[in-house]
């Protein structure tokens, strides 16, 4: 795919959804870390059932650590690999406590250090929160990468790479965003909507749907 197509199709994304959100219910950048590493193979529908809950009772470091793991396990316990999580999620709010201030840190090493947080809850963090052109390759940045060309690869750091690399930087900031949504609601897994999609004409996907 050429730099002409990709640039026709953020700009129709962008006009589409000027200013794209996650999903996900947060009012500060803790509540956001927090809800990205419980969304970890869960959905984003159920991880807000969960923190809108939890969020009322407990939104800080100091808060949701005061819970303990067994506290936490009760409002989250309708999420997948829940028991993980909240031992994760307490082990984050002390390191948070203890070397941050209670502070999220703004830099990929820092987050990357915490525990539960991999790579790609970094970048959202550092993409959503920070407003840092960081690229949270997911199930469906990867498919619509490499389904529709925008920037194919074999493994999600590839296809990261590259996205970073070849989308137009005057779109790279929301880019997370416009393709998390595309993927989710237009170019779904099983049946893609070809047929009412905004970018069809520009998009190299062979098996294209009516």
Known sequence: MNKDKRTQIFSRLRDQNPEPKTELNYSSTFELLIAVILS??????????????????????Q????????????YIKTIGLFNAK????????????????????NTREALEALPGVGRKTANVVLNTAFRQ???AVDTHIFRVSN???IASGKNVLEVEN?????????????????????GRYVC???KPQCGSCLIEDLCEFNQKTS
């Open 162 to 182: 590259r996205l970073v690399k070849l989308i137009p930087k005057e779109f790279l900031l929301d880019a997370h965003h416009w393709l998390i949504l595309h």
């Open 133 to 135: 052109p960081a690229m």
């Open 63 to 74: 808060a949701i650590y005061d819970l303990g793991v067994e506290g936490l396990k009760q």
């Open 86 to 105: 909240a031992e994760n999620v307490i082990k984050t709010c002390f390191m948070l406590l203890e070397k941050h201030d209670g502070e999220v840190p």
């Open 147 to 149: 389904r529709t060309a």
């Open 188 to 190: 779904k897994a099983r």
């Open 40 to 61: 970890a193979q869960a959905t984003d529908v159920g991880v807000n059932k969960a923190t809108d809950k939890l969020y009322p009772i407990a939104n800080t470091p």
